[in-house]
């Protein structure tokens, strides 16, 4: 496909198949997100409501449960796209709580078992809104607490495991977060860091189609965790 958009670099690339829309999300001097529809073969831009003439650097493009497909972007906070006007509107926090956050840089868009969204940022933390939207808790790091989130920024993963536990990766390691007791733990990482992996920026971490888990560790290659009886564990190394 040749995009008639300028860009520098494409990062997330979403396929909706209800729709038949690819969404392309771009990186550097752009200002919307491309999206070309395998149907009509067609190109269609989309920009945002308000302050179209900043850049618009998009990290991740996610659709949840309801259908709202959110877009998640460098230093403008989270956006959703209205389908009907094609245009992307700015998402409205359902409280005035850290106003940084909403407003920052969002590397990453999750969606749990239970229909939570989980909003991973730069510099602050976690977000965590429940299925209706309308309530967030929000997860940071507590000094001497290891039940908090672990110290870090540039969340930029987030998955669930078979167990339904949140693992959560960034620039210095990953953590775990257990929703039956909302307490967060490093003991899975602990393990894993005993096979020779160092704590590392954690990029990426995806559940397979057999439960097992896996994650890239910047400069330290691809890990896989099997866990096929809770709290017993096989890591390998590629």
């Known amino acids: 496909l040749d995009m008639p958009y300028y860009y520098t670099w494409v990062m997330p690339v979403f396929h909706d198949e209800t729709s038949g829309d690819y969404y392309f999300g771009m990186v550097h ?64 926090p359902p409280d005035k709580h850290h ?52 110290a870090g920024t540039h969340f930029r993963t987030i998955e669930e495991d078979r167990y339904g536990r949140i693992w959560i990766g960034c620039h210095t390691g990953f953590c775990i977060f257990d929703p039956s007791s909302g307490k967060f733990s490093r003991n899975i990482a602990r393990k894993v860091y005993e096979t020779g992996i160092k704590p590392g920026d954690t990029y990426s971490i995806v559940k397979d189609t057999a439960g097992d888990m896996w994650m890239t560790v910047t400069g330290q290659g691809l890990v896989r965790v099997a866990e096929k009886k809770k709290g017993e564990f096989r890591f390998k190394v590629f």
């Open 99 to 150: 106003p940084a956050l909403w407003n920052g840089t969002v590397y990453k868009i999750f969606e749990d078992s239970r229909k939570n969204l989980w909003i991973g940022t730069g510099r602050y933390g976690l977000a965590c809104m429940d299925s209706s939207r309308r309530q967030v808790i929000y997860y940071e790091n507590i000094p001497g607490d290891t039940a908090t989130l672990m």
């Open 29 to 92: 001097k752009t200002y919307g997100v491309a999206v070309w529809n395998s149907g009509t073969r067609r190109w269609r831009y989309l920009r945002t409501e308000t302050d179209r003439e900043a850049e618009l650097n998009t990290y991740d493009i996610f659709k949840d449960g309801n259908g709202v497909i959110w877009v998640a972007t460098g230093g403008r906070g989270l956006w959703y796209v209205d389908r009907k006007n094609n245009v992307l509107k700015p998402f409205s």
